[in-house]
């Protein structure tokens, strides 16, 4: 399917779910969707720069958490509406990844990762610090009481704004895939120098690559303080985000758009599942032993498994 | 004589307080072959990593038709038309060995060539049949035998669609006859007009492709002229043997 085919076909598809969804009365269901779709968001960002580029990024929940206090930054001030804050949320945390992007121009491998790591703990100490978002304390941000479109709750704004989200990050990360910057991007994560002394412009390359990917998860972070009602820097920063964004794409296949999608419905929802049945500490333990699993036994992932077992049958 | 396709003057690369490179002059015309040998650590590779932009010369010009390409990086370079193999064969390991051609060509031969993009694909066909790898087209790059990555090594290059091409050892450690199935690839360029640098140890090859030869020894070039007359000249006899 060509690139221009698909984006119709994703924004139809997270339509229908969407409008499906204003007949959900349960609560539960939103408070597990909601997460799941977080996932699927930031692991398909995070595999735009560590599965198409090979730059491993340690500090997805700081572009998460700038979206996120973009948000209550924006509120505090004027009562910036939801699209405002979305739009602003995406741009802060993209300029953020140039940043990120002008670390790789000198880092690679684990020492980008240490860096990336580095640069979350940074954020984390200035928001901790900076009131006028509520510092270590928290904030909270009111739902508005009216909501539009005539949906039953806020949580179903919500939980649609985040199902387009979800139609926007695939859009993105297929459309890059399947183009000469994706071709680029492979060339880069293959042999940077080889792929420089092919013509690739690596810098400019590896600097969109992050600012895509940045700037998706803070889009993924802007409607997060909208979702509980309050936020504080421990949840938003938390390392269950770096973890996730990290291992999804790792189990679902890191190579196509598709394997971060596969792999936070699949971990996202087993963990939604752990959490009701057994208990929330089990998470990152299930997270943990399914990475080991995976990294031993299908090193590239689901997708990685799928088109080897589709070779074999070929031949 | 006609103008120079590339022209080297006076580079000097120093690495902390060794001089790799001291004050050397170089040049090459269109279409032209040209050897360039030396001892190891001479500073063959430095010579042609400067050239190729993956290395700062500290002093010196390098001009390529004449424009000043010395601050320009190795991504620009190869879409002026200059460009390299490596040593060590350094495929994009996670794609075919198709989609290896397809990177220059969109990158770089697309740029000077106005390649269409219609047109990548079997023009990347067409390189591969030239190197004897269409067979290969479809399999993993990584798993080519050494033979056949020295091949998509220059291959990639070719691609390129390059005037000058540097073929940075290619030959290492092959058999006589995978030697001859390179060198005959090499002669191709020739008819195509690309001008090549061989740098090589394999003297049989050097011998038999160069049209002039230049030889680096410590940093310095010591020679460049006929390969019959700096075959036989004292001072790189004394460099290869010893006294």
């Not at chain 2, 424009?67 to 350094?90: E, N, T, V």
């Amino acid at each position: 399917m060509s690139n221009r085919a698909f984006a119709p076909v994703a924004l139809a598809v997270a339509l229908a779910l969407a409008a499906a969804s204003q007949l959900v009365t349960n609560e539960y269901f939103f408070t597990a969707g909601y997460t799941v779709l977080l996932f699927v968001i930031l692991a398909t960002a995070w595999n735009i720069l560590g599965g198409y580029t090979g730059y491993v990024n340690f500090g997805s929940a700081a572009f998460f958490a700038i979206g996120a206090y973009t948000t209550v930054a924006l509120y505090n001030a004027f009562k910036a509406p939801l699209p405002v804050t979305i739009v602003a949320g995406t741009a802060v945390a993209g300029l953020a990844g140039l940043g990120l992007g002008y670390l790789t121009l000198r880092l690679r491998g684990v020492f980008f990762a240490i860096a990336s790591l580095a640069l979350a703990v940074v954020l984390y100490v200035f928001v901790v610090n900076w009131d006028f978002v509520g510092g270590a304390r928290g904030a909270y941000i009111l739902q508005p009481r009216e909501v539009p479109f005539g949906m039953p709750r806020y949580i179903h704004l919500i939980y649609s704004v985040q199902l387009l989200m979800v139609a926007l990050a695939l859009v993105v990360a297929r459309a890059i895939e399947h183009s000469t910057l994706g071709r680029g991007l492979a060339a880069i994560r293959d042999d940077e120098l080889a792929a420089e002394c092919s013509g690739v412009p690596t810098l400019r390359l590896k600097i969109f690559s992050a600012m895509a990917s940045c700037a998706l998860m803070g889009m993924a972070g802007t409607t997060f303080p909208y979702y509980l009602s309050y936020i504080e820097p421990s949840s938003a920063f938390s390392l269950s985000y770096a973890v996730n964004s990290i291992a999804m794409p790792l189990i679902g296949g890191m190579m196509s758009w598709i394997g971060p999608l596969i792999g936070a419905v699949l971990l996202g929802t087993v963990q939604q599942l752990v959490q009701v049945t057994v208990s929330s500490a089990w998470n990152l333990l299930i997270v943990g032993v399914l990475l080991v699993l995976f990294v031993t036994l299908a090193p590239n992932g689901i997708m990685g498994w799928v088109e080897a077992w589709r070779r074999r049958r070929e031949r | 004589m006609a103008e120079a396709l590339l022209e080297v003057r006076g580079v000097t690369k120093r690495f902390g307080g060794f001089t790799a490179l001291e004050s050397v002059d170089f040049t090459v015309r269109p279409g032209e072959r040209v050897g360039l040998i030396g001892p190891n650590g001479s500073g063959k590779s430095t010579l042609v990593n400067c050239i190729a932009g993956t290395l700062r010369n500290e002093e010196g010009s390098i001009r390529f038709e004449g424009q000043d390409i010395g601050r320009h990086p190795a991504h620009k370079r190869i879409r002026l038309g200059l460009a390299r193999s490596f040593q060590i064969p350094k495929p994009f390991a996670s794609m075919t060995v198709l989609d290896n051609l397809c990177v220059p060509l969109l990158y770089a031969a697309r740029k000077h060539e106005r390649l269409p993009r219609s047109r990548v694909v079997e023009e990347a066909t067409h390189i591969l049949k030239q190197v004897g790898l269409a067979d290969r087209a479809q399999a993993m790059s990584g798993g080519l035998t050494q033979v056949d990555m020295r091949k998509l090594e220059l291959a990639r290059a070719m691609a390129a669609k390059p005037k000058l091409l540097i073929s940075d050892e290619a030959m290492a450690g092959l058999s006589a006859s995978e030697v001859d199935d390179i060198l005959a690839l090499l002669f191709g360029l020739k008819e195509q007009g690309v001008a090549v640098i061989m740098i090589e140890h394999v003297m049989r090859a050097v011998m038999k492709f160069s049209e002039r030869i230049a030889v680096l020894v410590a940093g310095r070039k010591i020679a460049d002229g006929d390969p019959q007359a700096v075959a036989g000249n004292a001072e790189v006899v004394k460099a290869y043997l010893g006294e």
